[in-house]
């Protein structure tokens, strides 16, 4: 690269937690810059799991983030070509983009979810990431059983 890497720009955390995370969460929520209706889904969608998991004792925040590092895949496969081939390349994942991932995968299959609002769906899609189960949990495991596939490769690694 011939210029410098770009500044990480700092991301404040949200106002009713006062958690970073959350921020990023709901700025890969956001459409079309309207950040106040992302907080709002968000918010809607932890108290319709408080509600659905009264039995639980942990906090809905406690609950997403555990969501989340159930979605979170530890390796990836990024296409190389060698000599005329493509071949996939298991490669592990930096930790923000591990983060950024899980996050885009959460909600990527909220969206495609049935349902009535964005916060019924998000909520329903963060309860099954908790029970290991849903499409963003499954996701991640295709991503890992992609890997072990094709493991054979993993001396490519650049």
Do not use: C
């Not at 990024?78 to 000599?83: A, M």
């Amino acid at each position: 690269m011939r210029k410098a890497k770009p500044k990480k720009r700092v991301i404040l955390p949200d106002p009713v937690f006062g958690d970073v995370k959350v921020s990023k969460f709901v700025n890969h929520l956001m459409y079309d810059g309207k950040k106040s209706i992302s907080y709002d889904i968000f918010y809607n969608s932890l108290e319709i799991v408080k509600k659905k998991m009264a039995n639980e004792e942990k906090e809905p925040l406690q609950i997403w983030k555990e969501a989340l590092d159930k979605i979170t895949p530890q390796v990836e496969v990024k296409s190389r070509r060698i000599g005329g081939a493509t071949f996939q390349v298991p490669t592990e994942i930096r930790p923000d983009r591990k983060e950024s991932v899980s996050m885009k995968n959460l909600i990527q299959y909220a969206r495609k979810r049935g349902g009535k609002t964005m916060a019924d769906k998000l909520a329903a899609e963060i309860m099954d990431a908790y029970n290991e189960q849903g499409g963003a949990f499954k996701r991640k495991e295709d991503m890992h059983r992609m890997a072990e596939a094709n493991r054979a490769f993993a001396h490519f690694r650049f």
